[in-house]
DNA sequence: CTGAAAGCGCTTACAG
DNA sequence: CTGAAAGCGCTTACAG
């Protein structure tokens, strides 16, 4: 009933349990012949090495660490949508497709030099890091630990880490040219605030775009908000009482795009005949508002699977010069979008 | 810059390696002077055991195995709704707690052999398994191993297994007590097929509710029914069109229930002032319906909570007479429930 | 191509 | 209470 072990594969094979090892890790130079007796009798006893010996012997597993760094209740829902758990999802999904196990390991939110040891002490590979805040010691800690690590939505570099995102910026291009091709001139952003990273490049893509159209950046049109759909509501309530002109708008986030779109509404401007709307994520509740909404899609399950590959290919695979993953967003036209009239 | 080893420790602190162990270890008996030398010098070098080499010789690690089955596309949500996800998040925080890492094993989608010897292999303490199906060759593999597991919602028990669930009955008992108590008496069920445990067991719960108020089973008011929104929709019209005298209805879950409304409304029958009605399981969807829903909560944080401890504390801990954990229900009155009229 | 030996870092009977 | 020794199951230079 117990495991068997190489010892008893080297008995049965009538070889050493070097030659075992050899031969069930494929590498090495050794005889076909020796090769097919060994793995025959390796099925028999249903050899399988053990993964603890191995991992101490080698110093390293095929196991990667995953983090999650977050504060609140269910930080991995995104304005009520599981937009990181399909992240997670693509992951494991990917892990699994190449073998590594992923661990969650426990007592890692005490003092940074045992959440540094607790990795090496784990033996892992690598380690993956999705945080939903951009500050945490932790970040730091992992950046200059000598394990590779590869972060989500986290703009953080080292010698042996790297990140992971969507092109925020290519993305509100999308959106505003989307909007320009429509013919509109007057289009205002409800910008998430400059100090987070999808705040910042979300507004700079838009700025591009409209530089590219010829088009100067009016100050009047860029409202800054929280990242919330009541942040938004409350932004464009103003702007609207400021601005009578303004045929299009960029939101930051899809959440803000449905505050966006309830102001609009108690205004009595329809959407899109009278103001066009364009929101980023593409989470499921686009589909729910009406109209459904016109945005720009996150490709979750290509950074969940770019991140893998990074980690495993370019981090712990050796290679030099790793640079970032910026997974491309799409434009999905929907309801809220229309020519000026 | 190589991690500290216990032989590190023993030399600073000026004893053997056993000592060091014993001391770190904190049961054996052992001076208290040599204690704290050798805390100090583990201290002094940021020493750590190496859980590898720990799980290597003990044959068994503070590592839980966890496996969610699954078809389909993000398995997890329960309608939409991420309910299975604040389960894991649960499982997550308290495994955390107890200092047991998690592990999400790769390759473990195989033969079956092959998947209890990975667990095996890996020296886990135990698994934790997460099925939306209830059927899976790997259920019954994982009950005659001899590794504890605990099975969240899925019936499966074994001299080292058992599961955790929700009181489905109970908690149909309490949605129908409910409406009992508001006066209703023509109370129709929307059952899930009884081939479903929940199903099943959520009529039961409903049958003896009615049984307890001395009140006979009409068959035509039960509705077996899928446990898609669609379904219930279509059994509710079927049911509209045979019975007119309804004053109130139990939904086998709110995703049914969504659907129910929506026939009523079509009906043009008011909520809850012509029919009452009473969903399962207290998704956020509840909140967005109009009227918002009336349901039986599922404590999804007790579950995961609940799977974790009895893994540990009774599975793993050795305790005998091991029984499945029920975790309550809670009936949650929202608008689509008042008096009969 | 193959084997004997050493070693990964720890714990645990066995003596004392 | 403490140490020397053996061993968990594997891999990998080192010889041959």
């Known amino acids: 009933m117990a495991m068997a072990t190489s010892k008893d594969v080297a008995r049965i094979a009538g070889v050493s349990r070097a030659t075992v090892s050899r031969a069930l890790s494929g590498s090495s130079r050794i005889s076909g012949a020796t090769r097919e007796r060994v793995t025959a009798a390796a099925q028999s006893v249903g050899y399988e090495p053990n993964v603890v010996a191995q991992s101490l012997v080698r110093q390293r597993s095929h196991t990667i660490a995953l983090s999650i760094f977050s504060d609140g209740k269910n930080p991995l829902l995104l304005g009520g949508e599981p937009f990181y758990f399909d992240v997670l999802e693509s992951i494991q999904h990917e892990a699994d497709a190449r073998g590594y196990d992923l661990l969650l390991p426990s007592r890692i939110y005490t003092d940074l030099p045992a959440y540094v040891r607790g990795l090496t002490t784990r033996h892992v590979a690598g380690a993956l890091m999705v945080a939903l805040r951009t500050t945490d010691p932790r970040i730091d800690a992992l950046v200059s630990a000598a394990i590779p690590t ?142 459904p909404l016109t945005t720009i899609r996150q490709d979750r399950a290509a950074m969940g699977r770019g991140a893998v590959r990074c980690l495993i290919d370019n981090l712990i695979g050796g290679v030099h010069a790793i640079t970032p993953v910026v997974v491309p967003t799409q434009l999905v036209i929907r309801g809220t979008t229309g020519p000026v009239t």
Chains 1, 2 share one sequence.
């Open 150 to 291: 590869v972060f989500v939505d986290v703009v953080a570099e080292g010698p042996q880490a790297t990140y992971v995102t969507s092109d925020n910026i290519g993305g509100a291009r999308q959106a505003t040219d989307h909007l320009l091709h429509l013919g509109h001139r007057r289009i205002a952003a409800i910008s998430g605030y400059a100090t987070s990273l999808a705040g910042t490049e979300r507004l700079l893509g838009y700025q591009q775009a409209l530089a590219h159209a010829g088009l100067a950046v009016d100050p009047g049109l860029v409202r800054p908000s929280g990242f919330g759909m009541e942040d938004a509501y409350a932004a464009t309530v103003t702007l609207l009482n400021e601005r009578r002109d303004v045929t299009a708008i960029v939101a930051a986030s899809d959440l803000m795009a449905v505050g966006v779109l309830r102001a609009l509404h108690e205004r009595g401007l329809r959407v899109p005949h009278d103001v066009s709307l364009v929101g980023f994520d593409d989470i499921d509740l686009c589909l729910y508002v009406d109209p």
